[in-house]
């Protein structure tokens, strides 16, 4: 159980500037969908689509290198360096790339006019890959204050400025639109290198080639599935705006992406979560790998985690009538694929807890094999759906797409780094919260406040479920406490 505490409260100084900071961020989705109509705030939608695919390339996957090979290197500092000097590399290569073929790229994604956010966002990109390491550091330090207030600066900067350019400069220039999100998010990303001077000054260029092989050989496989991993969660905003505009036009494709991006912010409350799990539960679960019990351990975390996200997902999906009050009346026809999304970042969640077999037995290439078959599935079901029913055929392919890795790494991994998950509790509060969910929609009226309290029954009914069943782990945790205090 401490070990489980040392987590639990690192997950909570890490969601400070995760979650509390994209919180914060989440704030700026009403702004948005009020200045800008569904298709202007499809642009963003699809410029940030394509965006993702390029961090995934050009951090080379070079985090997770970093915490492998740094809990097994007598030289941490060479190790990090080492990683970062291959991290330069990488991004010295795509700016030059970008900066020299600018408007063929602005051409190629259909902003021929606006050459100008392309060089925006090749500087976006290589502050935030050459900031992503440094974090990295920290987090393996255990320097988790230090990133928090990084983390929530560049954050602060971001909103001040959004709020600053939208609210004092956006109605003087209105061609200028929505590139004032992009100028925003480049100050802010400028801030972290700025903040992190210190440890950027301290970098010393390395190239072992020994070493140099061996993260490549780690990392090639977890950058494949990272690709393909951004295919599963960004390619159906890219797939929407391609495929409908062959069938209706540019302008009805972006504002169609623009009402499923809007509503897709309302289902990443629970991704808000898993990233401030994931920077906190990744270095500890490499951590506890040469421990006796770390089997008992992981699957101890997995069966609270999967309660947390349940939770939330019936709090979020039973309480629409007021989340979706964070975004503007225009976007609400999308409100129907809220839940789906949330179901789809639950799974998401569990398989990342089971992503660590395939990482802790150095089988990273499984990571690769199931991201492509996601990959795959989610090229092939969004081609079928979204010509049949637009943007929810993305929302139920995001969903079956992460049930499917879930499954897929469950196989793989009870065959070649068996953790034994106690399944009968994960199924029991999966089944049961989709149970409470349909219960609830049933139960629901027109006066919101009778619907309110109804829903908050099925809640406290949920919750109920989970206390009986892990009352004896309750009592023993309260009694801990009890005794410290």
């Known amino acids: 159980m401490s070990v489980l505490k040392k987590l639990a409260g690192q997950t909570v100084v890490y969601g400070l500037s995760s979650i509390l900071g994209r919180l914060l961020n989440y704030l700026l989705v009403p702004l948005h969908t009020y200045f800008f109509i569904p298709k202007e705030y499809g642009e963003v939608g699809v410029m940030y689509g394509y965006v993702s695919f390029l961090m995934v390339f050009l951090m080379f996957g070079m985090e997770t290198t970093f915490f492998r090979f740094v809990n097994k290197s007598s030289d941490k500092e060479k190790t990090f360096n080492q990683a970062f000097s291959i991290v330069l590399l990488v991004n010295g290569l795509f700016l ?16 021929p006019n606006h050459k100008d956010y392309v060089i925006w966002f090749a500087f976006i990109l290589v502050f935030d890959a050459i900031s992503s390491l440094f974090l990295a550091k920290l987090r393996h330090k255990e320097e988790a204050k ?29 061609d200028f639109g929505i590139g004032y999100i992009f100028v925003a998010n480049l100050l802010a990303s400028i801030a972290k290198p700025v903040m992190l001077y210190k440890e950027i000054g301290s970098f010393k260029f390395v190239w072992d080639k020994v070493v140099a092989k061996a993260m490549f050989i780690f990392s090639f496989p977890l950058l494949i599935s990272g690709f393909a991993g951004i295919i599963n969660e960004t390619l159906d905003r890219i797939l929407l705006d391609k495929i409908l505009t062959k069938s209706h036009n540019v302008e009805y494709a972006r504002a ?39 089997n008992k351990i992981y699957a101890q975390v997995m069966t609270y985690f999967v309660i947390v996200v349940s939770t939330m997902f019936l709090v979020i999906s039973l309480n629409l009538g007021i989340f979706k009050y964070f975004i503007n009346s225009n976007y609400h026809e999308g409100l129907k694929v809220v839940p789906v999304l949330l179901m789809a970042n639950v799974f998401l969640g569990i398989y990342f807890n089971q992503s660590i077999w395939y990482k802790l037995s150095d089988n990273t290439q499984y990571g690769a094999y199931i991201a492509i078959a996601g990959a795959i599935l989610t090229i092939g079901l969004n081609y079928l759906l979204i010509p049949e029913i637009g943007y929810e055929g993305s929302a139920w392919t995001t969903l079956a797409v992460y049930f499917f890795m879930c499954v897929l790494s469950f196989y793989w991994g009870q065959k070649h780094y068996p953790i034994k998950y106690n399944l009968r509790k994960v199924l029991l509060y999966l089944s049961s919260v989709i149970v409470c969910f349909f219960i ?14 109804l829903h908050s029954i099925v809640i406290l009914l949920y919750l109920s479920i989970v206390y009986i069943i892990e009352k004896p782990h309750i009592e023993a945790f309260l009694k801990t406490i009890r005794k410290k205090a």
């Open 440 to 453: 609830g929609v049933f139960l629901t009226f027109e006066n919101v406040w009778i619907t309110f309290m």
């Open 146 to 174: 230090k990133f928090a207030i990084i983390q929530l600066t560049s954050i602060g900067v971001n909103i001040l400025a959004n709020l600053i350019f939208l609210f004092f400069f956006l109605e003087g220039n209105k």
């Open 256 to 294: 169609q992406v623009g009402i499923y991006n809007a509503n897709y912010k309302l289902s990443i409350l629970i991704t808000l979560f898993i990233q401030a799990f994931r920077y906190a539960a990744e270095p500890f679960f490499f951590a506890q790998g040469n421990k006796k019990d770390k």
């Open 96 to 111: 030059t790339t970008v900066l020299l073929f600018a408007q063929s790229i602005a051409n190629f994604i259909n902003f």
